[in-house]
C-alpha cells in the first residue's frame, strides 16, 4: 500500500488534459456551457446527487447549462482549492447493489465552470446574480446552515451564514435587472429539514426586514423566486478507501474522487412545468414533481431512518457494529426486515404496494457490500431519533392491531438499557449485553436523566418497573407520558428484565 501511495502522490491531477487523452470533446465542451445554476455546498453529496444529474442531463443534451460552486462556510476553502487544480473535474464511482446484482460504475463529472469562494471573493460571488442565464440555485449546508444569525447590513463583506449571503445576493439581482419579475430564482434548499424551502425564504425574508430592505425586494423575493421544499435520498459516502488502486488504473490521481450508492430519488414539491427549467425526469432520472412532500418524507423518515434507529439501538446493545453486519446477522436479520415490512410499512400513508416496494429497495440498500455503515453514527442523538422515526410507527401499528408491535417496543426496550449511561474523562458511554462500554453521544440533559435513573436501580432504590415508568413518563424527552400508551409499560419492563436475567 506504501509503494502505491507513494506513486499515486507523483501522478498528475485529474483535469482538461486527462478528458482530452480520453477522448472526451462532449464532456469537455460542457465546461462552457453558460452558468445555469449556483450551488452553496461543496461537500460530497451534492457532488454525488445534484451535479452527477446535471451532468446526466447536459449528456442527453436537455439543460445546456453548466454550474458556479461556492462553499457555505470558511472552512470549505481547501475544497475549492482542489476543484480549481483538477480544473472543475472529479470522478464518481457509483457501487453497490440493484435488482439484486452487483454495480460497480466510473464516470467523470465536467460540470462546475466557475468556482467562487465568497470569503476571498465576495465581489465575484455577488456578481454571480448579475448573469443572465442564472435560473437556480442549490443548497446542501447541513441543517445547522439553515438557521437565522442575525447579522449587520454590510454589502461590503461577506455575510457568514448561508440565508444572509442569498439575501445579499438576491437583492443584487433585484437591483440589477430593477426588480424584473421574470429575473426571479428557483431555489432548491437539499438540506434535511422539513419544509426546507418554507424555512428558508422565511430566514431570507427576516434578514430583508432586519436590513430595512424595501417592500417592493421583499415582495419580489416572496413573489417572483420559487423556493422549493425538497427531499433528497442517497448515500454518498465521499472518498474511498481503496482509491489508489483507481490512480493507478487511471495514470492520474483525484484527490476529490466520491463514492455513492445506486440508488437515489428526489421529491420536489412544485408545478411539474418546472420540468421545463430543470429536466431531470426528461433525463430518465428518479425525480419526482410533486403537490405534496409529505407521504415522500414520512416514508424515508419511517421506512429507512426508523429501521436505521431500531437496529442500532437492538445491534450494538447485542455486540453489532454495522448496517451489513445486522442484516446478515442470523439472529436478527430476519427479525429486523420483518418489522419494516410488518411493523412499519403498513402505517405509512402512501398506497401499500409503493410503501412495500421502497422497502424492498432500502433492504437491498442496507446490504450494499461497498458501504461500512457504523451503527454507532446512526445512534446519535438515539432518543430524539426514536421519538420522531419510530414513535409514530409504533402508535399506527396499535391503532391498525390494538396490540404492540413487538420488535419496536423491543427496540424502545433496547434503547433504555443501551443508555445505563455513565460518564469516564468526560465522556459519555453506555454499556452493552457483555458488559463493554460504549460512547453515548446524545443531548446532555437526556443522558443525565437516564444516568440518574439506572443509578437508583444499581443502589437498589428502584426496581426496573420503577426506572421504566420514569424513563417513559418523561415529557421532555417523550413531548408526552408513554406510560398512557396501554401495554407499553409492563412490556418494556419485561424485555429489560429479561435482558439483565440473561447478563448475570
Known amino acids: 500500500m506504501g509503494t502505491s501511495t507513494d506513486r499515486s502522490g507523483s501522478l498528475k491531477l485529474v483535469g482538461r488534459e486527462f478528458l482530452q487523452q480520453q477522448d472526451r470533446r462532449q464532456d469537455l465542451g460542457m465546461l462552457n456551457f453558460p452558468v445555469k445554476a449556483l450551488q452553496i455546498g461543496e461537500g460530497n453529496f451534492l457532488r454525488g446527487f445534484f451535479d452527477w444529474m446535471i451532468y446526466e442531463c447536459n449528456r442527453q443534451g436537455l439543460f445546456k447549462g453548466s454550474v458556479a460552486v461556492s462553499q457555505p462556510r470558511p472552512g470549505g476553502r481547501p475544497k475549492l482549492e482542489q476543484l480549481r487544480e483538477q480544473e472543475g473535474i472529479y470522478g464518481l464511482l457509483t457501487r453497490g447493489l440493484q435488482d439484486g446484482r452487483k454495480v460497480e460504475e466510473e464516470q467523470w463529472i465536467p460540470v462546475f465552470s466557475r468556482i467562487v469562494d465568497p470569503y476571498a471573493e465576495w465581489e465575484n460571488f455577488l456578481r454571480m446574480a448579475e448573469l443572465d442565464s442564472l435560473d437556480i440555485i442549490v443548497s446542501n449546508t447541513t441543517e445547522a446552515g439553515l438557521d437565522y444569525q442575525r447579522s449587520e447590513w454590510n454589502p461590503d463583506e461577506p455575510v457568514l451564514s448561508y440565508p444572509g449571503k442569498l439575501t445579499m445576493l438576491l437583492y443584487r439581482r433585484y437591483e440589477h435587472y430593477e426588480g424584473s419579475p421574470d429575473k426571479g430564482l428557483m431555489i432548491l434548499p437539499c438540506e434535511l429539514l422539513e419544509r426546507n424551502g418554507d424555512i428558508l425564504r422565511s430566514i431570507v425574508l427576516r434578514h430583508a426586514q432586519d436590513w430595512g430592505l424595501s417592500p417592493a425586494f421583499q415582495s419580489w423575493v416572496a413573489e417572483h423566486n420559487l423556493f422549493l421544499n425538497s427531499l433528497v435520498d442517497r448515500i454518498v459516502t465521499g472518498y474511498p478507501e481503496e482509491a489508489e488502486r483507481y490512480f493507478d488504473k487511471w495514470g492520474h490521481q483525484d484527490r476529490l474522487l466520491n463514492t455513492a450508492e445506486p440508488y437515489y430519488f428526489w421529491a420536489i414539491e412544485g408545478d411539474p412545468s418546472l420540468e421545463s427549467r430543470l429536466p431531470l425526469r426528461s433525463a430518465g432520472l428518479q425525480v419526482s414533481w410533486v403537490s405534496d412532500l409529505t407521504p415522500y418524507q414520512v416514508r424515508k423518515v419511517r421506512i429507512l431512518n426508523g429501521t436505521h434507529t431500531l437496529m442500532a439501538s437492538i445491534g450494538l446493545l447485542h455486540g453489532l457494529n454495522e448496517v451489513k453486519e445486522m442484516t446478515e446477522s442470523p439472529v436478527w436479520g430476519d427479525r429486523i426486515r420483518n418489522a419494516m415490512l410488518e411493523e412499519i410499512v403498513p402505517g405509512v400513508p402512501l398506497p401499500p404496494e409503493e410503501a412495500a416496494a421502497y422497502a424492498e429497495t432500502v ?110 413518563g418523561n415529557q421532555r424527552i417523550w413531548g408526552e407520558d408513554l406510560n398512557r400508551i396501554p401495554a407499553l409499560h409492563e412490556t418494556v419492563s419485561c424485555y429489560i428484565e429479561e435482558m439483565e436475567l440473561n447478563e448475570t
Open 363 to 472: 433492504w437491498e440498500r442496507f446490504r450494499n457490500p461497498f458501504i461500512r455503515h457504523r451503527l454507532q453514527d446512526i445512534a446519535m442523538n438515539s432518543l430524539s431519533k426514536f421519538k420522531v422515526r419510530v414513535l409514530p410507527s409504533l402508535k399506527e401499528y396499535i391503532s391498525m392491531h390494538n396490540r404492540l408491535p413487538s420488535v419496536i417496543t423491543l427496540g424502545l426496550a433496547s434503547l433504555i438499557r443501551l443508555y445505563h449511561a455513565g460518564t469516564k474523562e468526560g465522556q459519555w458511554y453506555g454499556m452493552r449485553l457483555d458488559g463493554e462500554r460504549l460512547p453515548l453521544r446524545d443531548d446532555p440533559d437526556n443522558l443525565m436523566t437516564l444516568q440518574l435513573a439506572w443509578q437508583k436501580v444499581d443502589d437498589g432504590e428502584w426496581t426496573i418497573r420503577q426506572l421504566v415508568a420514569s424513563i417513559l
